[in-house]
């Protein structure tokens, strides 16, 4: 197997990159090289997506069988690569968020509850702010947008879109949930925000990138939830939890 991942070097593109070179696939990382960390064994392509004719100079290396876009949250962006890029590439996997649900995080979840309604193409990143909406809501309107213009260049059988929720795991730079349940683990007292009687469902990035290999090698399509078990987390033994899910769960509940 082919696989281009656009992104490869942080977080769930880099191992994505990791597993696919171990399960013997060819590995393309797309990145402009200033951050993160290419991974062995890869063919790795500069370039910045911003950029239409990078992308097409990306284009013209070669075919695949599948786009992995792990770095797309911009949809004009999302639209040139996979309109470039279908004529290269058999399938197209976006990965979006659960923040592209209007009832996130309120209301619960299924991969079919409604999404925002999706912005121009064409619209200014800065616009969305101008609509009065919150931050995540505003991130969650993109990347709907996103799912859309992936979808209209590749065909309904062809085109996957993932909406995970909160992913730990190795690579993980943000530290949000980490810091948290690290500061739980030394014990005491702990102020933590939200309810504390609410469940997360966190899911380990190593599971997603594996359900990613499986839904190509599956030849799955149309757009599921990736999240793991409801956990009620009060402490940890220093293993963050994991996802055991099949191809195509939603398990998205409060």
């Known amino acids: 197997m082919r696989l281009l991942i656009l992104g490869g070097t942080w977080f769930l593109g880099r191992t994505l990159a990791e597993q696919a070179l171990a399960a013997g696939w060819q590995v393309t990382t797309f990145s402009r090289g200033r951050s993160g960390h290419d991974v062995e064994g890869t063919e790795q392509v500069r370039g910045d997506r911003a950029h239409a004719a990078d992308v097409a100079?990306?284009?013209?290396?070669?075919t695949w069988d599948a786009v992995v876009d792990t770095s797309g949250h911009v949809p004009g962006m999302v639209a040139t690569a996979a309109k470039t890029l279908r004529p290269v590439a058999s399938r197209y996997v976006y990965i979006s968020t659960v923040n592209a649900y209007r009832g996130?995080?309120?209301?619960?979840l299924t991969d079919d509850s409604p999404t925002y309604d999706a912005v121009a193409d064409t619209q200014p990143v800065s616009a969305a702010a101008d609509r009065g909406l919150a931050p995540a809501a505003e991130y969650g309107q993109l990347k709907a947008a996103c799912e859309q213009a992936a979808r209209r260049e590749f065909s309904a059988g062809t085109c996957l879109v993932l909406r995970p929720g909160v992913v730990v795991g190795p690579y993980e730079?943000?530290?949000?949930?980490?810091w948290l349940l690290r500061r739980m683990e030394a014990g005491g007292q702990v102020l933590a925000a939200g309810?504390?009687?609410?469940?997360?469902?966190?899911?380990?990035?190593?599971?997603?990138?594996?359900?990613?290999?499986r839904a190509i090698l599956d030849q799955l399509s149309g757009a599921v939830n990736r999240a793991g078990e409801s956990l009620h987390l009060r402490g940890v033994d220093g293993n963050l939890p994991r996802c055991h899910g099949s191809p195509g769960e939603a398990c998205l509940g409060r």
């Open 173 to 178: 730079y943000v530290g949000r949930l980490p």
């Open 195 to 213: 309810d504390p009687d609410r469940p997360i469902q966190p899911v380990d990035v190593r599971d997603l990138a594996a359900f990613v290999i």
């Open 57 to 62: 100079a990306l284009a013209a290396l070669g």
């Open 104 to 108: 996130w995080p309120d209301e619960p």
